[in-house]
């Protein structure tokens, strides 16, 4: 770069942002923007006379108090602002900008010696040359700097400024003062204090500082990503309320012309919710954006010091900078705000013109819950109207719209109740079997899925097994499986030390008698039977799907093993309840793969499954499902502590069907729950089936969709999936 440009860039950068020339005595804000002195002394008069207390920074905002003193001059200086102005100095007035540093003459300096670190009058610069020790040293005139003296200029190392220590660099950092001193002030002044390398102590800082910079990158990854959601949020807010004005328009252009001014005050009522709703989300994107500025700000002041590379810099600003970081991360931050949906209902009665619904309700959320049916008996399903969110809730105005087709295109007769609390139960007897068409609208819009298949049967579950111990009872059970190749179903009969053999239809067919209490059965892909043994030195024992004993599989990298799994690749899936980790074994047990652990929690993971790249981890104490990427690195959580839609009470086992549907075991709340793999909640299954039994593990049979499900007491449920949940697809 030629040096006239690397001037001009550099005068750029030490331009006050208030005068706009180069910054004079530059004095630096907490929020880390710097200014003259004078300018901002001059910010805070101005402010005394308007009877503030504080001003803002005319960059980012961001407020401060005015000092006691009305003067900012304790604040701190700027390390690269300062050593800008004194290299500016020398373009803008040639040696008049340096005073020479060798002599007591005050000449003006008209050369450097990069060697001594000095500035030289001409007649010092004569003897320097003259003298044999300093002959050969690496100097430059003044008036014939380059781009590159330029920048060892600005970089050289920094001086002491204690009364005859002028000579001597700041090589050391003092802890105890949290200063940069030279030698003779670590001997002199910082006697018996704790003195370290600068390099040393500034590669310290620097480490935290590149820590703070990451979590200001991750939080401008937020606000950026909230500022994109508030605006997809205010346009499809101001798409919904114009397509809503547009369907009034056409209709009341098919009325007579006595209409008209029914039309107009449409417009206006249409024209004020914009205007509101326009307001609201501006007032929200501005609030994003200068929060959105102000770490963009203060991240690129701190890349700037990260960049530059310059101990004294780094050790001078690091506090101020994680003291901003800090400040701006843990700052309060405001709730999205979301509009209310807006639907236009014409009304075909002359005594009613038409309605303008406002409401919260997104048609696109809500759902249909349905439950088991049987013919001939009084059945019904619920719909649950949600917010854009997700959440429940109750609009007065909505209106909801149920019709029910039998097979053959006849309308059913249903009764709607309406909860008051967001819950619409449609009441219906159906008369004959097979598929339903149901159509459901609300508020005019179809049901996200409408119209749905409801499927009417006679009867589609049953149960098999009790509490015992002869053949095919159980004394307490602790996992099921079922094999892909042949739909055997195992069954770890805990209480009896053994696993159960049944056939698809639930026929028990033999037992395998065990040394130990088994806590977890699988199937290979071959039809192998593998089963983990409590308290049995972390022994995985092999069997043939017949029974008969193959061997044992030691790993030493288990503590406690309580769960385990196979994935479609044959590695196995354990969960360990001594270290809270899940771990990730080859197919032959003897290398750990990929270890995880829950970030910030204490519990206990209890059922794995793995799919598409994914890991899927009930955490019962935690009342969540936690997801992991391929290589264990946590993604997010599914569901939170509650009974209602999504909430879960202690999940245990968990299934995920053909559809790449997640089926998770919500034990406490006695009941089945359905989420897609990103964690939407799809349908729920409760009922007769769970009254005295919780749900605690579940196996599905791929080659005829059967799902079983068992819990703790000893006792089998044998469903049906296609009758289950074949009553709403996503």
Aim: glycine share 6%.
């Amino acid at each position: 770069m030629d040096v006239q440009q690397l001037f001009k860039r550099l005068k750029k950068e030490a331009e006050c942002p208030l005068c706009l020339d180069t910054v004079k005595n530059p004095k630096t804000l907490p929020c880390l923007h710097s200014f003259c002195l004078e300018c901002l002394d001059k910010l805070a008069n101005f402010a005394r006379r308007q009877l503030q207390t504080t001003i803002k920074c005319p960059v980012c905002q961001t407020s401060f108090p005015i000092p006691d003193t009305d003067t900012f001059a304790n604040l701190p200086s700027s390390f690269h602002l300062n050593r800008l102005v004194d290299v500016l100095a020398l373009e803008e007035n040639g040696v008049q900008a340096q005073k020479c540093n060798t002599c007591h003459d005050n000449n003006p300096a008209t050369s450097y010696c990069f060697v001594c670190q000095t500035f030289m009058c001409a007649s010092c610069f004569q003897s320097h040359q003259r003298f044999k020790r300093t002959r050969g040293h690496r100097n430059v005139l003044i008036d014939k700097l380059q781009a590159q003296d330029v920048q060892e200029l600005i970089e050289r190392p920094a001086m002491c400024s204690q009364q005859f220590h002028e000579d001597q660099p700041l090589d050391f950092y003092c802890e105890d003062c949290k200063v940069l001193i030279c030698l003779k002030c670590s001997i002199v002044i910082h006697n018996r204090h704790r003195v370290t390398d600068t390099q040393k102590a500034a590669l310290e800082q620097k480490m935290q500082m590149t820590e703070a910079l990451a979590k200001l990158k991750a939080e401008i990854l937020l606000y950026e990503n909230e500022i994109k959601k508030q605006t997809e949020l205010k346009y499809k807010t101001m798409t919904d309320i114009m397509n809503a004005e547009k369907k009034m328009i056409a209709s009341v252009e098919e009325r007579i012309r006595d209409l008209r001014e029914h039309e107009k005050k449409m417009k206006q009522k249409f024209r004020e919710i914009y205007e509101a709703e326009q307001k609201q989300h501006e007032t929200r994107l501005e609030n994003l954006e200068l929060i959105t500025t102000q770490l963009k700000s203060c991240l690129e002041r701190g890349q700037g010091v990260l960049e530059r590379n310059i101990n004294a810099e780094i050790l001078q600003t690091n506090h101020t900078i994680l003291r901003r970081c800090d400040k701006l991360i843990n700052a309060r931050k405001s709730e999205r705000y979301k509009s209310p949906y807006l639907n236009y209902i014409v009304k075909n009665k002359f005594d009613i013109l038409d309605q303008i619904v406002v409401t919260k309700t997104d048609s696109s959320m809500c759902l249909a819950k349905f439950d088991d049916n049987e013919i001939g008996r009084e059945s019904n399903f619920v719909v649950v109207t949600r917010d854009s969110e997700g959440l429940k809730c109750y609009q007065p105005d909505d209106q909801i719209k149920v019709k029910i087709l039998t097979p053959e295109g006849v309308h059913l007769k249903t009764e709607l109740k309406d909860s008051k609390d967001g819950r619409y139960t449609v009441i219906y007897t159906p008369q004959c079997v097979n598929q339903h068409s149901v159509e459901i609208q609300v508020n005019g819009q179809p049901l996200t899925g409408s119209p749905f298949l409801l499927q009417i049967r006679q009867h589609h579950y049953y149960q098999f097994g009790s509490v015992g111990s002869g053949a095919g009872h159980f004394a307490g059970i602790s996992d099921i499986a079922v094999s892909d190749r042949t739909g055997t179903i195992a069954v770890a009969d805990t209480g009896n030390e053994r696993i159960q053999l049944f056939s698809s239809d639930g026929m028990f067919q033999m037992y395998v008698k065990l040394d130990g209490k088994p806590s977890s059965v699988a199937f290979t892909d071959c039809g192998d039977l593998l089963t983990l043994v409590s308290g049995n030195n972390n022994k995985l024992h092999l069997f043939s799907e017949e029974g008969k004993f193959i061997k044992h599989i030691n790993d030493m990298h288990l503590k406690k093993p309580h769960h385990l799994s196979i994935a479609s690749d044959g590695r196995l899936i354990i969960t360990d309840v001594a270290s809270n980790e899940v771990k990730v074994l080859s197919p032959d047990g003897s290398d750990q793969l990929v270890s995880m652990t829950a970030p910030n929690c204490d519990k206990y993971p209890q059922c794995a499954v793995y799919h598409q790249n994914k890991f899927y981890v009930s955490y019962p104490g935690a009342n969540c499902i936690k997801v992991f990427g391929k290589t264990g690195v946590y993604i997010n959580d599914i569901g939170c502590r509650g009974s209602s839609d999504g909430q879960v009470n202690y999940p245990v086992g968990l299934v995920i069907d053909k559809c790449n549907q997640l089926i998770v075991c919500d034990a406490m709340n006695r009941r089945l729950q359905l989420f897609t793999l990103s964690g939407k909640f799809l349908r729920e299954l409760q009922g007769e089936y769970f009254n005295n039994n919780k749900p605690w593990y579940a196996a599905l049979n791929n080659n005829n969709g059967n799902l079983i499900v068992a819990g703790l007491s000893g006792s089998y449920i044998f469903l049906n999936s296609s009758g289950v949940f074949d009553k709403k697809r996503d």
